[in-house]
């Protein structure tokens, strides 16, 4: 075989599994959209999204929600809220969410807020620190279903052992058209990260 055979053989062989993994990746987006796991952990993580001065979006109540349904199972003691502030905003996602949480029949100190992060990499990141500080190494995530795939993703390189178990309520779980839109957007945000290290921001980070 000469080696003009081997060096083509290699070069398709290389391009058939990243075309594997190009395709996978969505179809996992897609499996992980469907999966709940809610085992006994040492936190519930809330990943941020909007709030308009202190009042939380209907993305982040559902998952608000979710996460005070996972606490009332004792699936946790505690729950993390995340996320940073826009410009002009009052408050933090983070903020927002402790407190919704604690007017919605939470005691204070079984919630703790991290408000710092741009993006999910970045408020995953610093819950990964917080988890450092306290010892914790398990999680439960809370966030929407076509974000779990790659918000576990994340965890894991921010030292988190997490699971999730995803809001299903919420504007975010629509019609199929809208469902189609937020896995091809995970999905470019998953890309993006594996190959530059950065998950994005904006339309590139869906939450």
């Given amino acids: 075989m000469s080696r003009k055979v081997i060096v083509r053989r290699v070069i398709l062989l290389v391009g058939a599994l990243l075309l ?3 395709v996978s990746v969505p179809v996992r987006i897609w499996w992980d959209a469907r999966q709940e796991d809610h085992r ?3 936190a519930i993580i809330v990943l941020g999204a909007a709030q308009y001065n202190g009042r939380p979006s209907p993305v982040l109540e559902a998952r608000l929600r979710k996460a005070r349904s996972l606490w009332d199972d004792e699936v946790a003691p ?4 995340v996320g940073g502030s826009a410009d002009g905003d009052v408050t933090t996602e983070a903020d927002a ?3 919704w ?3 919605n029949g939470l005691p204070s100190d079984a919630v703790m807020a991290v408000p710092e992060g741009h993006n999910t990499q970045s408020s995953l990141d610093a819950v990964g620190e917080l988890f450092d500080e306290q ?3 398990t999680a439960v995530l809370v966030t929407d279903p ?3 795939f790659r918000s576990k993703a994340l965890a894991d390189a921010a030292g988190i052992d997490a699971v999730a178990a995803p809001a299903r309520s919420g ?3 629509q019609t199929r058209e809208s469902q189609l839109r937020y896995i091809f957007r995970e999905s470019l945000a998953y890309y993006r990260w594996r190959l530059t290290g950065e998950s994005g921001q904006g339309t590139l980070d869906a939450f």
């Fill in 40 to 42: 006994p952990s040492d």
């Fill in 97 to 99: 969410g402790r407190d």
């Fill in 171 to 173: 504007p975010v779980v």
């Fill in 78 to 81: 505690v729950v993390v809220t």
């Fill in 135 to 137: 010892g914790w190494e």
């Fill in 101 to 103: 949480l604690t007017s």
């Fill in 146 to 148: 076509w974000h779990t």
């Fill in 20 to 22: 594997l993994w190009v």
